[in-house]
């Protein structure tokens, strides 16, 4: 069985080992290299909860073991960003990347969130398909420069709310004063 843990700042070693097994195990699926991370201080990693509103939470089998990571950051203008998701190999397939998913979902529409966003490395295939299989659709917009040069990142959103009418238009219908 898997279990949520929200953390706070003052679980950043939990942060630490969980991230560091995922930049060791999936090299291939971050943009953050382990050379960026392995020899951070508790300066360094205390500072990825000073976030404000930041969500942190790791996936925790019953045995005690990490099962998996993911965290969630305000963005502004009615966005959040999804990101920083791992699943240990030993607990893919038990449902924990679903349910970190949904934490960060929960967690961005309480916050008010209109648009729940992350970026993906095209070749990670089983994490396109998760976020997929949770709303998710791939966006217009292109992510950030893959590290070895060969792409880009890709963007995928899940709207969480419908945006509320823009100036000038009706909920349903063409702008107001004009004819249809």
Same mark, same amino acid.
């Given at each position: 069985?898997? /279990?949520?843990?929200?953390?706070?700042?003052?679980?950043?070693?939990?942060?630490?080992?969980?991230?560091?097994?995922?930049?060791?195990?999936?090299?291939?699926?971050?943009?953050?290299?382990?050379?960026?991370?392995?020899?951070?201080?508790?300066?360094?990693?205390?500072?990825?909860?000073?976030?404000?509103?930041?969500?942190?939470?790791?996936?925790?089998?019953?045995?005690? /073991?990490?099962?998996?990571?993911?965290?969630?950051?305000?963005?502004?203008?009615?966005?959040?960003?999804?990101?920083?998701?791992?699943? =240990?190999?030993? =607990?893919?397939?038990?449902?924990?990347?679903?349910?970190?998913?949904?934490?960060?979902?929960?967690?961005?529409?309480?916050?008010?969130?209109?648009?729940?966003?992350?970026?993906?490395?095209?070749?990670?295939?089983?994490?396109?398909?998760?976020?997929?299989?949770?709303?998710?659709?791939?966006?217009?917009?292109?992510?950030?420069?893959?590290?070895?040069?060969?792409?880009?990142?890709?963007?995928?959103?899940?709207?969480?709310? /419908?945006?509320?009418?823009?100036?000038?238009?009706?909920?349903?219908?063409?702008?107001?004063? /004009?004819?249809?």
């Amino acid at each position: 069985m898997v /279990r949520l843990r929200v953390l706070t700042a003052d679980d950043w070693p939990l942060w630490r080992e969980a991230r560091l097994a995922a930049l060791t195990e999936a090299p291939h699926a971050f943009v953050a290299r382990l050379a960026d991370w392995h020899r951070g201080g508790e300066e360094q990693w205390r500072a990825r909860f000073a976030t404000p509103g930041a969500h942190h939470v790791l996936a925790v089998l019953d045995d005690g /073991r990490t099962a998996g990571m993911a965290r969630g950051v305000p963005s502004g203008g009615g966005v959040c960003e999804l990101r920083s998701v791992w699943v =240990a190999p030993g =607990a893919r397939g038990r449902g924990a990347g679903g349910r970190l998913v949904a934490e960060v979902e929960a967690w961005a529409r309480r916050s008010g969130a209109a648009v729940l966003r992350l970026t993906v490395i095209p070749a990670n295939e089983p994490a396109v398909e998760l976020y997929r299989r949770h709303g998710f659709v791939l966006a217009d917009a292109s992510g950030a420069p893959l590290p070895d040069g060969t792409g880009r990142e890709l963007v995928m959103v899940k709207q969480l709310r /419908r945006p509320g009418p823009r100036a000038g238009r009706t909920p349903s219908g063409p702008p107001r004063g /004009r004819p249809a």
